[in-house]
């Protein structure tokens, strides 16, 4: 009686970690996928634009790395970790998160202009200004993929941030730096590739 009382439970810790080990392989094959992607893509880029326009992204994803940690504040791990999960706590989580985004981009989007000058970077405003308003929607895509990752979804994960990569800059930044948009085909890749990955994640 007592062994085939612990079946069930052997049962579902080899389906869990059948998952799980499913779930790395998917990552990993993703990662090294995105990577051969981002090698191509950056090659026909840095082939395009100038050493300046990768200046102006490297400005944003710089502030955008920083307000992306107080935006989250370890909300999305804790969604993960959490024992006992209710309907409630995935509320109050995306509550928290939505709130923050927005109000990073509303400060963001106000004190563009000083943030451009510290960077010492006039033209920095408009693309700030830009990138700030992804922030809800990636606060949404934020709360998803965390639920995601909790129910072991990695295979839907990779693909999603595949898809989104050579989307947003393997289509959207090369078609417009060949259409001689200089840092913007950076700027509007990124942003195409923020929006169709939130957005997937999400729905």
């Known amino acids: 009686m007592g062994g085939l009382a612990q079946m069930p439970k052997s049962n579902v810790e080899n389906s869990f970690f059948g998952k799980a080990f ?73 509550l928290i998160t939505v709130s923050l985004s927005v109000l990073f981009a509303g400060g963001v989007f106000w004190l563009s202009p000083d943030l451009a000058s510290f960077f010492s970077f006039p033209d920095l405003q408009a693309p700030f200004r ?44 090369v078609s417009l730096a060949l259409a001689q948009w200089g840092f913007w085909a950076l700027i509007v890749g990124q942003v195409a590739q923020f929006v169709l990955r939130n957005f997937l994640l999400f729905v």
């Open 22 to 94: 499913g779930g790395a392989v998917w990552l990993l094959s993703g990662g090294i996928t995105r990577v051969i992607i981002k090698t191509v893509v950056l090659a026909i880029l840095a082939r395009i634009l100038t050493p300046a326009d990768f200046g102006v992204l490297g400005a944003c994803m710089t502030l955008f790395a920083f307000t992306e940690v107080f935006m989250q504040l370890g909300v999305a791990p804790a969604l993960v970790q959490k024992e006992n999960l209710s309907e409630q706590d995935i509320h109050t989580g995306l």
């Open 130 to 173: 830009v990138v700030a308003l992804t922030f809800p929607l990636i606060a949404l895509g934020t709360i998803s993929g965390a639920l995601l990752q909790r129910n072991l979804k990695f295979k839907l994960i990779a693909m999603i941030e595949v898809s989104s990569y050579a989307f947003g800059y393997g289509l959207v930044s």
